[in-house]
């Protein structure tokens, strides 16, 4: 599986922002989609997660009632909606996977199978 993101930026605080993440070379609607985000000199830290099936989403307290993530099974395409933002929501972001067999609570541990290249999104004050 092969992970694309894109949709970074320059915006202002309070301002809004995109990311979209394209999936190929698996079966799009089988997998876990996440969003983890990481500054430099600092750990990969979690930010949101959509289960392949059902209504299971999860979120980082960082970030809970701000941004929404979504998925497009026909476009294979994830999406993670980035509202008021914050100079502290300034980072790489990075799209992941995981194969729907493994356990949908480990996404927030970092536990995905397939990682995408980052896009970076500065928030200024």
């Known amino acids: 599986v092969q992970l694309q993101a894109s949709g970074g930026g320059l915006v202002q605080a309070g301002g809004s922002l995109r990311l979209s993440c394209v999936a190929s070379g698996g079966t799009f609607e089988r997998l876990n989609m996440a969003w983890f985000r990481q500054t430099a000199g600092k750990e990969r830290k979690f930010v949101a997660a959509?289960?392949?099936?059902?209504?299971?989403?999860l979120y980082s307290d960082a970030v809970k009632g701000r941004f929404i993530i979504s998925r497009d099974n026909a476009k294979n395409t994830a999406y993670l909606q980035m509202n008021s933002l914050k100079p502290e929501d300034t980072a790489v972001y990075y799209c992941?996977?995981?194969?729907?067999?493994?356990?949908?609570?480990?996404?927030?541990?970092?536990?995905?199978?397939?990682w995408g290249k980052g896009t970076q999104v500065t928030v200024s004050s």
């Open positions: 992941a996977a995981s194969d729907h067999r493994t356990p949908f609570n480990r996404a927030p541990m970092g536990g995905m199978d397939y």
């Open positions: 959509i289960k392949w099936r059902g209504p299971s989403i």
